[in-house]
T-cell receptor, first 115, second 110 residues
Framework: DADVTQTPRNRITKTGKRIMLECSQT?????MYWYRQDPGLGLRLIYYSFDVKDINKGEISDGYSVSRQAQAKFSLSLESAIPNQTALYFC??????????????FGPGTRLTVL | LAKTTQPISMDSYEGQEVNITCSHNNIATNDYITWYQQFPSQGPRFIIQ???TKVTNEVASLFIPADRKSSTLSLPRVSLSDTAVYYCLVGGGSQGNLIFGKGTKLSVKP
């Protein structure tokens, strides 16, 4: 089984709809992240969480919200989807160590299309 | 936040060494430099990480000059399976200031 799973893998929705993307991990990591990827723009950080009680905005958090339901689960919500939120969304996890930054493990991605 | 710049694309042939450079002029003192590889329809995968000087593992080397304003990922003797997009990431996990470059698409030809 995959260590980091994302559901759904593909989603088509309409403008104004509320959408939730879910991420689960079995790696036992405390840190979890949500990124979006657009062609030619690389990956951009939306939100990150360093533990269950910690939520932080990333580079492009406007229009998104998150929930850390448990150590293993981190959900991303689009309260009212708009077409420019059409993108590939990745969840990632990483462990805490003595170093400031550790290897991130990425899920397979969710392709979201907003019509 | 550190901004990263890397070439959009590179071409190579099997068996050659490939060097991909990333510029990060305003890197912060506690920022690390990490490189990821991504194949189509997959999430990025960790290749190597460093803070300064040189780091080597079984698949790549990472060269970081003393001023840390750039870094070079070196892939020895590439094969067709190394065709992918390579991303430079600069940031410090404790602050969450994680900035990916826009990626370098490496095409390896036979």
């Amino acid at each position: 089984d995959a260590d980091v799973t994302q559901t759904p893998r593909n989603r088509i929705t309409k403008t104004g709809k509320r959408i939730m993307l879910e991420c689960s991990q079995t790696k036992g990591h405390d840190r979890m992240y949500w990124y979006r990827q657009d062609p030619g723009l690389g990956l951009r950080l939306i939100y990150y969480s360093f533990d269950v009680k910690d939520i932080n905005k990333g580079e492009i958090s406007d229009g998104y919200s998150v929930s850390r339901q448990a150590q293993a689960k981190f959900s991303l919500s689009l309260e009212s989807a708009i077409p420019n939120q059409t993108a590939l969304y990745f969840c990632a996890t990483s462990a805490i160590s003595g170093r400031a930054l550790t290897e991130q493990f990425f899920g397979p991605g969710t392709r979201l299309t907003v019509l | 936040l550190a901004k990263t710049t890397q070439p959009i694309s590179m071409d190579s042939y099997e068996g050659q060494e490939v060097n991909i450079t990333c510029s990060h002029n305003n890197i912060a003192t506690n920022d690390y430099i990490t490189w990821y590889q991504q194949f189509p329809s997959q999430g990025p995968r960790f290749i190597i990480q460093g803070y300064k000087t040189k780091v080597t593992n079984e698949v790549a080397s990472l060269f970081i000059p003393a001023d840390r304003k750039s870094s070079t990922l070196s892939l020895p003797r590439v094969s067709l399976s190394d065709t992918a997009v390579y991303y430079c990431l600069v940031g410090g996990g404790s602050q969450g200031n994680l900035i990916f470059g826009k990626g370098t698409k490496l095409s390896v030809k036979p």
